[in-house]
């Protein structure tokens, strides 16, 4: 886990500023897509050389910061877990290319779009609590990406070595970095290829880190998914992508020593297999059940890979879910088919997949006494807006602004 450098533990917001900061973000919410336009419409007029570090096409861009604003906001009277997000946050800036001179031009402009679209709401102590929250933010995250300076570079070259298709659009990708590149299994990388040099789209290795520098994604083509059917339909060995640094909390070090359960809905299984793999390394004391669910029997890409390791495993048993198709003693979604066995209220809990499915298993589990503290997933996309702002304090935190 990354843990902040120390000494840059902000002063808090007071309650009263914190309470300033929510209720201005609550006034602008119902404007945020008008808002996050005219943001970024203000930043690239009047600092136009910050234009060249966003992509062409700016819509997923547009959610993220929503996403990042939002996080901070919810954190704003939590220091310690709003430094490790910002943190996080300005590490994985560095791969955009981001420089100290563009946070106080953000910080502006973001402060302009916010006092057109609050009107009269927008208060003197309102700004003053903005001013505040934002600086604080942007000062952690400059002191990371400085002190992350020093440790790592910002990106890695890759090199594709081998690509496999796998049918139903998905290919298994081998890259191998120029440079070791460091990380946990469970985590999960940003990769840009060539051919749209400002998208990076997030995808789990599935495999434990390897002594040869190389790591293996599962990528499925997507409708409109630039990257994805790049990667899938275009690349091929030889070809170079780029990846960020590693993030996410989904690792066997957040389990302790309980039995886990794992659900994995399609390309899903990528980070649950690299999670299986590292386990197989070690002295494995624990059993693990893992769930893998598709919509198809066909779909099932990695269930004999799955069935292969259970059979040199004594610990891991393997069961399928199989949704759109009838299957005698395979059908089912994956929340189904994980509330017929159990009980889970013993175990810790790791999902990967459709954020629908990702949600309801986890509902079960809870349903089930596991506490969310054990439930681990990587972070869902689901729409900024309908997120509630308070809950889920520990949830692992990724989203770049
Ligand atoms: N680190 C991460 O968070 C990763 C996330 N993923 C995500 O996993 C997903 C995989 O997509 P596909 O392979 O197309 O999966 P898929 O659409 O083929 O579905 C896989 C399984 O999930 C179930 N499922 C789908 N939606 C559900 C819902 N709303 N409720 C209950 N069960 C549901 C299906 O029945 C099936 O068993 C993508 O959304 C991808 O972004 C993939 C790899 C890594």
């Given at each position: 886990m990354d843990h902040p450098a120390p000494g840059m533990a902000p002063t808090p917001l007071t309650d009263h500023e914190t309470a300033l900061v929510r209720a201005g973000l609550a006034v602008v919410e119902p404007y945020a897509a008008d808002l996050t336009v005219y943001f970024y419409t203000i930043l690239f007029a009047r600092y136009p050389q910050v234009r060249e570090l966003f992509p062409d096409d700016m819509d997923v861009q547009r959610d993220r910061l929503l996403r990042g604003l939002l996080r901070i906001v919810d954190l704003v009277d939590d220091p310690e877990n709003l430094v490790r997000f910002c943190t996080l946050l300005g590490r994985d800036h560095r791969k955009f290319g981001a420089l100290e001179a563009h946070y106080p031009a953000v910080g502006e402009c973001l402060l302009a779009s916010l006092a057109r679209y609050a009107g009269a709401a927008w208060t003197p102590d309102v700004e003053a609590a903005w001013t505040r929250a934002y600086t604080t933010a942007a000062r952690v995250m400059m002191l990371a990406a400085a002190d992350d300076t020093r440790l790592r570079p910002a990106t890695w070259a890759a090199q594709i070595v081998r690509h496999e298709h796998r049918g139903h659009g998905i290919a298994e990708i081998t890259v191998r970095t120029e440079t070791p590149y460091p990380y946990q299994a469970g985590q999960y990388v940003s990769m840009r290829t060539p051919w749209q040099r400002k998208a990076w789209r997030q995808y789990s290795p599935a495999n434990a880190p390897r002594a040869d520098s190389t790591l293996t994604f599962h990528i499925r083509a997507v409708p409109g998914g630039r990257v994805s059917n790049a990667l899938v339909h275009r690349a091929a060995p030889g070809d170079i992508v780029t990846l960020g640094p590693p993030q996410g909390d989904m690792t066997l070090a957040a389990a302790g020593d309980r039995d886990l359960v794992c659900v994995a809905g399609g390309t899903g299984l990528a980070p649950i297999r690299a999670l299986l793999e590292q386990a197989a390394l070690g002295d494995m004391r624990r059993y693990v059940d893992l769930f893998v669910g598709a919509r198809t029997a066909e779909e099932l890409y990695g269930l004999d890979d799955m069935l292969r390791m259970a059979q040199r495993q004594h610990w891991l048993s393997v069961r399928a879910a199989v949704s759109h198709q009838h299957i005698a003693g395979r059908e089912g979604t994956l929340p189904q088919v994980l509330r017929e066995f159990g009980p889970w209220g013993q175990h810790e809990a790791f999902l990967c997949g459709p954020p629908g499915m990702v949600t309801a298993a986890a509902r079960i589990l809870r349903n089930e006494g596991v506490p969310a503290a054990r439930i681990h997933h990587d972070p869902l996309s689901d729409p900024v807006l309908t997120t509630?702002?308070?809950?889920?304090?520990?949830e692992p935190e990724s989203e770049y602004l």
């Open positions: 509630p702002l308070a809950p889920s304090r520990h």
